[in-house]
């Protein structure tokens, strides 16, 4: 598991109410990175590089992306 596996299974049991942590992944380099179905909810990117990053079917319900680079993301 990676560092980023680590902080998106947080992330998860804390959007679905079983503690965990809210991802903060402000100015985070993410470009190129399968996020595809990933549980994104009220994620924190501002100012993260989501350049190419595949977001298919990803929950972005209250994601901050101020900031954001989405450049090519799908």
Same mark, same amino acid.
């Given at each position: 598991?990676?560092?980023?596996?680590?902080?998106l299974?947080?992330?998860?049991?804390?959007?679905?109410?079983?503690?965990?942590? %809210?991802? @903060?992944?402000r100015?985070?380099?993410?470009?190129?990175?399968?996020?595809?179905?990933?549980?994104?909810? %009220?994620?924190?990117?501002? %100012?993260?590089?989501?350049?190419?990053? #595949?977001?298919?079917?990803? @929950?972005?319900?209250?994601v901050?992306?101020?900031?954001?680079?989405l450049?090519?993301? #799908?």
């Amino acid at each position: 598991m990676t560092d980023l596996d680590g902080v998106l299974a947080d992330h998860a049991a804390w959007a679905a109410g079983r503690g965990g942590k %809210r991802a @903060n992944l402000r100015g985070v380099d993410l470009s190129g990175v399968d996020l595809s179905g990933a549980d994104l909810t %009220r994620a924190i990117l501002t %100012r993260a590089n989501l350049t190419r990053a #595949n977001l298919t079917g990803a @929950n972005l319900t209250g994601v901050d992306l101020t900031g954001a680079n989405l450049t090519e993301a #799908n």
